[in-house]
């Protein structure tokens, strides 16, 4: 019987303790989700409208007071003043389209320098100076025809025609001397090498600088390239001004809706959700044990582990023989030895 009264009490305090558990559970879960939805609250996107000078902002909400859709509005002064800058765009991308054409004719310069500059440079310094040595010398040979005859012409009417002087004898190192001459024919010798000699000199400059003015030719035919690339992008300069002043009004007409959207992002806080959020599960996590407490399930549980009580629980229930009854004769040996006393 004790024993009969040990497993009933044990299953009826588990029946007990475990339906205390399951409600403690769903008490604890219904708490986390009421926090969940206390925090989740407190963090949610909360714009703020404005109004500037320039524009307002533009929030819409659903059913539930979430935000489904954003805009702004640019004041009605600034956006007129935004269509006629787009006018005026439109017109400098046209510009910007005939730009082109406009600009081809340097195209054709730069080809035709380059071609002009492969020319001068086709020939050496030295085959320069050599064409403007002979160029020159044959630009003075009908003076120096003259000169020469005009000499011999002075000399045949004075009788000096044959006259020579200034005759040296052998050098120290047995090289030949000067021959005798005459020395108005000498001078006029001497005159016209020192001539030629200026021509040389100047005949090598001739040819650097043809050569500088060939380089320099390719140098400016690259420049008129550089100006046709720089005048398609100059010619783009007008529309990108109108451009951005357009676009200038409308970042200004944008700042309400920024402004709104960062304010409400700082009145969304989500500090304050977090701590809420732990506060709520913590809570719930407390009272966790205090749900599942089951004074009846406890005490049961005691009970049965009480030996003591159990037998006075079991005699209240066990029949009492008494010695001095007629049947007393009727229990055997063994059944008197397992009667309580």
Do not use: C, H, W
């Amino acid at each position: 019987m004790p024993a009969a009264i040990i497993a009933g009490g044990q299953i009826l305090g588990g029946l007990l303790g475990g339906s205390s558990a399951r409600r403690a559970a769903q008490a604890q879960a219904d708490a986390q989700i009421k926090a969940a939805q206390i925090a989740a609250e407190e963090s949610r996107f909360r714009p703020v409208g404005i109004t500037t000078r320039f524009g307002q902002s533009q929030f819409q909400y659903g059913p539930e007071g979430r935000v489904t859709g954003a805009g702004y509005e640019l004041r009605p002064e600034f956006a007129g003043m935004q269509e006629r800058l787009l006018g005026l765009a439109g017109q400098g991308l046209t510009q910007a389209e005939m730009a082109p054409a406009q600009f081809a004719p340097l195209t054709g310069a730069g080809t035709r320098l380059f071609g002009l500059g492969e020319q001068y440079l086709a020939e050496t310094p030295e085959q320069v100076a050599a064409k403007y040595m002979a160029s020159q010398q044959d630009l003075l040979a009908p003076s120096r025809e003259r000169q020469m005859a005009q000499l011999q012409n002075r000399l045949f009417q004075t009788g000096r025609s044959g006259l020579a002087v200034g005759g040296t004898g052998l050098r120290p190192g047995g090289g030949e001397g000067l021959r005798a001459a005459n020395p108005e024919l000498e001078a006029y010798y001497n005159a016209i090498a020192q001539q030629d000699a200026q021509l040389a000199a100047q005949a090598q400059e001739a040819g650097q600088r043809q050569l500088a003015f060939g380089t320099g030719l390719f140098g400016t035919g690259a420049q008129m390239f550089d100006l046709y690339g720089r005048g398609q992008v100059g010619a783009l300069a007008p529309y990108q001004a109108y451009l951005g002043g357009a676009t200038g009004l409308e970042q200004l007409g944008q700042q309400p809706l920024e402004l709104g959207s960062a304010l409400g992002g700082r009145i969304a806080n989500p500090t304050g959700s977090n701590a809420l959020y732990g506060g709520g599960m913590g809570a719930a996590q407390s009272m966790y044990g205090a749900n599942a407490y089951n004074p009846f399930a406890t005490a049961l549980a005691s009970f049965t582990s009480n030996p003591a009580a159990v037998r006075g629980l079991g005699n209240l229930f066990t029949p009492t023989v008494d010695l001095n009854a007629p049947n007393y004769a009727g229990y055997s040996l063994n059944q008197l030895g397992t009667l309580p006393m």
